[in-house]
């Protein structure tokens, strides 16, 4: 059974520093790009960014890049979010996802979704 | 950056079709698929490439893409059915991912 578990959530302040973990277990976690997505408090979801399989290559949306650091240690079964400089805005559930097949360019859609964990920024 | 739009809000009655529509600019060009979010639950993947169903899903649901707008049907509604639901799409060329606003479903 895939099954992905996020960690590292919590109570942070403003223009501090957070890093999320989420190991994936249940499947060849080297053969699939993964992602983080978030979904803040009554809102919709929001792709976050991608990571290829061997961790060469990651993508992130427009709002986030600069701030967000995705990367992947295979060896540990594992994808990391690393967020900077944390606003208000970044308050959300972080949802780490697997790509529904292991495809050579992109994730395509998610067949698989951890709990998530939840940040929340504030004073 | 691409849009997609989804109605907030559709009403059906227990036993009815609910169909909630998603569309953006091009999207003959795209594969969308559906994710159905309960409160306080992760997404779960109810339809992928506009209407291939995942192991484990109701054949209740399945999914159209007429080009124009894609489109999640569900027949034979249940009260389980209640529920968020998000249409996405993959934009091959800037290799990102998009959601939709997400619909509520309410069983009435």
């Known amino acids: 059974e895939v099954q992905l578990e996020e960690s590292g959530g919590g109570l942070f302040q403003p223009g501090g520093f957070v890093r999320l973990s989420c190991v994936g277990s249940?499947?060849?976690?080297?053969?699939?790009?993964m992602s983080w997505v978030r979904q803040a408090p009554g809102k919709g979801l929001e792709w976050v960014a991608n990571i290829k399989q061997d961790g060469s290559d990651s993508y992130y949306e427009d709002s986030v890049k600069g701030r967000f650091t995705i990367s992947r240690d295979n060896a540990k079964d594992s994808v990391f979010l690393q967020i900077r400089s944390l606003r208000a805005e970044d308050t959300a559930v972080y949802y780490c996802?697997?790509?529904?097949?292991?495809?050579?360019?992109?994730?395509?859609?998610?067949?698989?979704w951890g709990p998530g964990t939840r940040v929340t920024v504030s004073s | 950056s691409y849009v997609l739009t989804q109605p907030p809000s559709v009403s059906v009655a227990p036993g009815e079709t609910a169909s909630i529509t998603c569309a953006g600019d091009?999207?003959?060009?795209?594969?969308a698929h559906w994710y159905q979010q309960k409160p306080g639950q992760a997404p779960v993947l109810v339809i992928y490439?506009?209407?291939d169903r995942p192991s484990g899903i109701p054949e209740r649901f399945s999914g159209s893409n007429s080009g124009k707008a894609a489109t999640l049907i569900i027949i034979r509604v249940e009260a389980g059915d209640e529920a968020d639901y998000y249409c996405?799409?993959?934009?091959?060329?800037?290799?990102?991912?998009?959601f939709g606003g997400g619909t509520k479903l309410t069983v009435l």
């Open positions: 249940g499947f060849i976690f080297s053969r699939y790009w």
């Open positions: 490439y506009d209407n």
């Open positions: 996405q799409v993959w934009d091959a060329a800037s290799n990102r991912v998009v």
């Open positions: 996802a697997r790509a529904g097949f292991y495809y050579d360019y992109g994730a395509h859609y998610y067949s698989s």
């Open positions: 091009n999207f003959g060009t795209k594969n």
